[in-house]
């Protein structure tokens, strides 16, 4: 990614004090046990080790670290059983979920051979979760549980610690990094425009202003000859080129998205929302021209750009990268009551690492519903599973998130220079469309290969946000 953030995870064990000094074995025990646990947490976050907590004053040491690091997420390994005095001075002060790892060395006890200490220190896990969930609901904190064993290997239990990482990623890189809003909302649109102040109270997500006249400027300085042949060769691979691509013909794009990775890197932007409304001649008119394949390149490098000014939907669309590596902006487009599909697509940017095949670019002399004209993208998304997700608000202002999975599938699709898929839903065309709609999504939503809604609900229960699932 062009601007890179790495998810702090608070991570610590409990177990009772009590019992060290009776059992004097389950010292080795529990350090090997929570090394290895250690070592299950992925490299792409950052461990902020808590150690293995006996008492309520390691339990605060373990606390005044997670909050000094800023943790997005703490998950907590219990290794036997243990009082909550022994978790809660860690995350009182803490407004992230608790995620309590129950997972059991021994597949099962050797009954007849199994003594005190070997019950403890391997099968007793178990015995405090219910008590963890009990005052982390009295004390107001988000939580999750995953049970598991330890001996033979368990996927199911390292795949969920995995999605929460990818979850807690979500809200680092909202934190570390900032929103470009250039121009403003398509006119009229309302249900796109939004409280900048109330974003970053609600989602800590920072808005910085851009002007055009800025914006058009912004390659003036570009001279480096071999970094835009470069950048006109990156784009001709990501590209086929309506009458053929060459260097030359892409040169100007080049140089533009040369300036834009380097504006990106300098004002640390993971997301852009931009909508130009004017007579579009000029710089203007070149710039606006090409901003379409422009940004997508950024989008290929983990940049949410989002058109028509929609800073929601930029949202929605760097959690699905964040969490699957793809990201598309997309809309209802039409149905096809014949065959009971919807179609779902956009004109504008799009995310390259969804398309199936290798993306088209060609001029068209106007956009429609906008100024001026330009290059138009057309991406071709998979085939199989798909999830979209849409950012809306409340009349407290409140975010809610509206996720669906459905299923891509092969047919023919509109061919005037717009991406767009068919999409099966369980529920059907119709009934989707009434159920999304009833949910109050904005018009736009994200998509994304693959089934997500488990780690969304991993993402929405990091950032306290509700969420409609329509279907899956």
Known sequence: MLVNTKARIGVFSIALGAYLPQFPSLVPEFEGQYEAFTKTIPDTVEIVDGGIVTTKELAQAAGDKFRAADVD??????????TSYNMLPAVRDLDVPVVLVNIQKKKAPDYENT?????????????????????????????AVITGVVE???????????????????????RDTNLAQIGRPYPGMMDLYIDETNLYHRMFLYTKQFDWEKMW????????????????????DTFEIEGGGTIEKV???????????????????????SHYDGFAQGKAGVLDSMLIPAFSMLIKQGIACAVEGDIKVAMAMSILKTISGTGQLSEMYSI??????????????????????????????????????????????????????????????RFKFVVAEGVNEPGPIFTFGDTNMRTRFS??????CNKWSE??????????????????????????????????
């Open 336 to 397: 096809d009551f014949e065959k009971d599909i919807c179609i779902i697509g956009h004109s504008g940017s799009g995310d390259a690492d969804i398309s199936e095949k290798k993306p088209t670019m060609k001029i068209v002399p106007v956009f429609h519903g906008k100024t001026g004209g330009g290059y138009l993208t057309q991406f071709y998304p998979h085939l199989g599973p798909v999830t979209y997700l849409g950012i809306t608000q409340g009349r407290d202002g």
């Open 427 to 432: 529920c059907g065309a119709r009934e989707f």
């Open 217 to 236: 400027a912004i390659a003036d300085g570009i001279t480096d000859e071999e970094a835009i042949r470069a950048k006109a060769q990156d784009i001709l």
């Open 115 to 143: 003594d005190t200490a070997t019950w403890l220190g391997e099968l007793y896990a178990c015995g405090a979760v219910g008590e963890m969930v009990a005052d982390l609901e009295r004390a107001g904190k988000r939580h």
């Open 152 to 174: 033979g290997g368990d996927p199911q239990v390292q795949a969920e610690i995995e999605a929460w990482c990818r979850a807690a990623q979500v809200r680092r890189r909202f």
């Open 73 to 82: 997420l703490v998950i907590m390994q219990l290794l036997t059983y243990a």
């Open 439 to 472: 949910a109050g999504p904005t018009h736009h939503m994200a998509a994304a290969t693959g089934r997500h809604i488990d780690t969304i609900l991993k993402v929405a229960k990091i950032f306290n946000v509700p969420v409609d699932i329509i279907t899956r």
């Open 251 to 273: 040169w100007e794009m080049a140089r533009y998205v040369v300036a834009f990775e380097q504006w990106v890197k300098k004002e640390q932007i993971a997301f852009i929302a």
